[in-house]
């Protein structure tokens, strides 16, 4: 089984100032791990992905996220909110050694509030 | 280039009455998600279509949901007998073979009364 924890349902963060969004997993094989953003009654935006390499992952509108194997790990982080970032954002999972299980599990998500 | 569109955007039901919710995915794109998000569940995983393989239907929630996909493009997800636990905004996505990273369609918003 694979799941997804979003610990904080909301982050208040200063424009200008930088942003972490957090997400921890668990799979049994390797993972495949996603960040998607919600804008208010639109569908998700794919924002970036890690499937191996680097564990640190660029992404859309300067988004980064870093993948920690041993914490289980991966963050979303910008060095400088905007405004505009206020959304929801969804951290998702999939066993990549899971050949039946191709479906993304999703975190329940995490407001971002970035205040002028 | 065009993006997963689904239809409609909105749908208004009554208890007991059928649905069907249709998802055009990317031209392309061989793999087909149904997923469904409401304020309780968060999002969940539905169906899975890829190719002309058998679908994994394992995240259906009751005999009442199916969805097929029909020469391996649009798909159509059918409730019957709607209940007012399935008001949801009901998402659709699609992706290149079944690893690629998932693009998602706006979502039709079901309502039932």
């Known amino acids: 089984a694979q799941s997804v924890a979003q610990p904080e349902d909301q982050v208040n963060v200063a424009e200008g100032n930088p942003l972490t969004v957090k997400c921890t997993y668990s799979v049994s094989g390797n993972p495949y791990l996603f960040w998607y953003v919600q804008y208010p009654n639109r569908g998700l935006q794919f924002l970036l992905k890690?499937?191996?390499?680097?564990?640190l992952v660029k992404g859309s509108y300067g988004f980064e996220a870093e993948f920690n194997k041993s914490q289980t790990s991966f963050h979303l982080k910008k060095p400088s909110a905007l405004v505009s970032d206020s959304a929801l954002y969804f951290c998702a999972v999939r066993d990549m050694n899971n050949n039946a299980g191709n479906m993304l599990t999703f975190g329940g998500g995490t407001r971002l509030m970035v205040k002028p | 280039g065009a993006g997963v569109s689904q239809s409609p955007s909105n749908k208004v039901t009554e208890k007991g009455k059928d649905v069907e919710l249709r998802c055009d995915p990317i031209s392309g794109h061989t793999a087909l998600y149904w997923y469904r998000q409401s304020l309780g569940q968060g999002l969940e995983f539905l169906i899975y279509?890829?190719?002309?393989?058998?679908?994994?239907k394992s995240g259906l929630p009751s005999d009442r949901f199916s969805a097929e996909r029909t020469g391996g493009s649009v798909s159509t997800l059918t409730i019957q007998r709607t209940q007012q636990e399935d008001s949801a905004v009901y998402l659709c996505?699609?992706?290149?073979?079944?690893?690629?990273?998932?693009?998602f369609g706006p979502g039709t918003r079901l309502t039932v009364l």
């Open positions: 279509f890829q190719g002309n393989s058998a679908p994994d």
């Open positions: 890690y499937i191996t390499g680097d564990n």
């Open positions: 996505a699609s992706s290149l073979a079944g690893r690629g990273e998932q693009f």
